[in-house]
């Protein structure tokens, strides 16, 4: 079956989300009487995480939001990087903190990650946070999984009683997409690069999630007829180019509706960072 999938648009779409977010943010500073604050540390000077963290000072302050960088050298030891989450847990002006990963060789990201206070935790990694997504309970979720959700939403399509296949089982994006998938009502099955028949198991899947890491991993011909395809990857070939982990063009004559790489999931993930801080800023506004 040959068929011209939809293109989902995560710029545009991500414009959206920011623009709600802005009326949110205007709506505390009101009641407040301050602006939500996203405080990021970026240890050392790595080229992919200085970029990243430019773009989402960036967007924050676009919409309002006060961000702040704070910057050690790559040789920081474990302990004063620990000093500067814990000074910010403290400090009642900080509303969300996010540690940039990944941290430089030699330093423990999972005893940083789980020092940050959970109701400040706007990646959503905390173990707390992680927990409290898996009861279905209110939680702050990873930004990218949030992010695929919206795209998913934007379709139309309504995922109840809908076969979903996530490939990819990391906590940032496959777990909580497999739990994000199940509060609607989908019927989930994680899979990933061990998967044994994989191939098989993408042709059942009315929405397919890839967040393997693995450029193009994902062939045009393992896509389902009509399905809806959400590409988390972003990998860079020799040449530069930027792929996703689906093979785009094969998947595109398939697909009912797939995002795109770069231009899909990546600013939808941003756009949810700032969702993240301005729910952390109210959540502490009425939790002791």
């Not at 011209?4 to 995560?10: E, H, V």
């Not at 910010?88 to 940050?116: F, T």
């Not at 061990?194 to 062939?219: E, H, K, S, W």
């Not at 988390?232 to 093979?247: A, E, K, P, S, T």
Request: aromatic share 2%; proline share 6%; net charge positive.
């Amino acid at each position: 079956m040959e068929m011209q999938g939809r293109i989902l648009d995560g710029k545009s779409i991500a414009e959206k989300v920011r623009s709600e977010v802005q009326q949110q943010v205007e709506a505390f500073r009101l009641t407040s009487g301050r602006a939500p604050s996203l405080h990021v540390v970026l240890v050392g000077d790595d080229p992919a995480s200085q970029v990243y963290v430019r773009n989402k000072n960036k967007a924050a302050k676009k919409t309002g939001i006060d961000a702040v960088t704070h910057e050690l050298p790559s040789d920081t030891p474990q302990a004063q990087v620990e000093a500067v989450v814990r000074n910010l847990n403290e400090d009642a002006a900080v509303d969300g903190i996010l540690v940039q990963l990944p941290l430089p060789k030699g330093l423990n990201e999972q005893a940083v990650l789980d020092l940050i206070d959970p109701k400040k935790d706007v990646d959503g990694l905390h173990a707390v946070n992680a927990g409290l997504l898996s009861a279905g309970r209110p939680a702050l979720v990873p930004c990218t999984p949030q992010g695929c959700m919206r795209l998913l939403a934007e379709t139309g399509v309504s995922l109840q009683g809908l076969d979903a296949v996530v490939v990819g089982r990391s906590v940032l994006v496959g777990k909580p997409m497999a739990q994000l998938l199940l509060q609607q009502h989908a019927t989930v099955t994680v899979a990933h690069s061990r998967t044994r028949d994989l191939d098989a198991l993408c042709r059942r899947a009315d929405v397919l999630v890839a967040a393997v890491g693995r450029p193009r991993m994902i062939q045009g011909s393992w896509v389902k007829p009509g399905a809806i395809v959400i590409d988390v990857g972003i990998n860079r070939l020799g040449d530069g180019r930027l792929v996703g982990d689906v093979d785009f063009e094969g998947a595109m004559s398939r697909a009912r509706a797939i995002t795109p790489v770069p231009g899909g999931v990546g600013p939808m993930t941003i756009a949810y960072l700032l969702q993240n801080t301005v729910l952390a800023a109210k959540g502490r506004r009425v939790m002791p």
